[in-house]
């Protein structure tokens, strides 16, 4: 059960795209197509942003985008925007549990 | 409208014992999976425990199998976690969460401090 594993940190200017991270094993984001993302600002509670690794929820905007390739899934956020400074966790199922990433920062410089 | 609304957090002695409470209303909460997600200050979300809609399956992370209970009441459409033998390291937010398009609806969550 360890935790997936996403970069501490990544950072761009608004209007360009950054791509966040996050690697598994087969047991959990390789075996699974139920990877979900995770936006989070300080103090509040976790926003769904992906689910299923590349299914937006309703209110989601679509510069908001996941993939998945092998272990490794990615969210990809265009034309970056003051608000989406923020963590990001990734998560997966692995059977009969869940795990999350170690959460990344992402800077809107 | 989906709400779920955490309580039953506080400041426990190591060693202690707490139960925390979801209640959840605007859906027909037997037929979700639901789950305990928890926040260390300063850290990273790590899941807890899960249970399915008629609380016949349960699983748990490593660090709380044999010390947390995940239960669920239907009739009450709540959803608890009972925590024994806590130690400092289960100090965290503790929020609940339903399981549908991933980890959909959250609630605000309920801090739960163990300290001497």
């Known amino acids: 059960q360890s935790a997936l594993t996403q970069p501490r940190s990544v950072s761009g200017s608004p209007g360009q795209s950054v791509t966040i991270s996050c690697t598994g094993t087969?047991?959990?984001?390789?075996?699974?197509?139920?990877v979900s993302w995770y936006q989070q600002y300080p103090g509040k509670a976790p926003k769904p942003m992906i689910f299923?690794?590349?299914q937006r929820p309703s209110g989601v905007p679509d510069r908001f985008s996941g993939s998945k390739s092998g272990n490794t899934a990615s969210l990809t956020i265009s034309g970056l925007q003051a608000e989406d400074e923020a963590d990001y966790y990734c998560c997966s199922y692995a059977g009969t549990h869940a795990v999350f990433g170690t959460g990344t920062k992402v800077t809107v410089l | 409208e989906v709400q779920l609304v955490e309580s039953g957090g506080g400041l426990v002695q190591p060693g202690g014992s707490l139960r925390l409470s979801c209640a959840a209303s605007g859906f027909t909460f037997n037929n979700y999976w639901m789950h305990w997600v928890r926040q260390a200050p300063g850290e990273g979300l790590v899941w807890v425990s899960r249970i399915n809609g008629d609380g016949s399956s349960t699983s748990y992370t490593d660090s709380v199998q044999g010390r947390f209970t995940i239960s669920r009441d239907n009739a009450k459409n709540t959803l608890y976690l009972q925590m024994h033998s806590l130690r400092v390291e289960d100090t965290a937010m503790y929020y609940c969460?339903?399981?549908?398009?991933?980890?959909?609806?959250w609630g605000q969550g309920t801090l739960v401090t163990v300290s001497s």
């Open positions: 299923d690794v590349t």
């Open positions: 087969s047991s959990d984001v390789g075996g699974y197509n139920y």
């Open positions: 969460a339903r399981d549908q398009d991933g980890l959909g609806y």
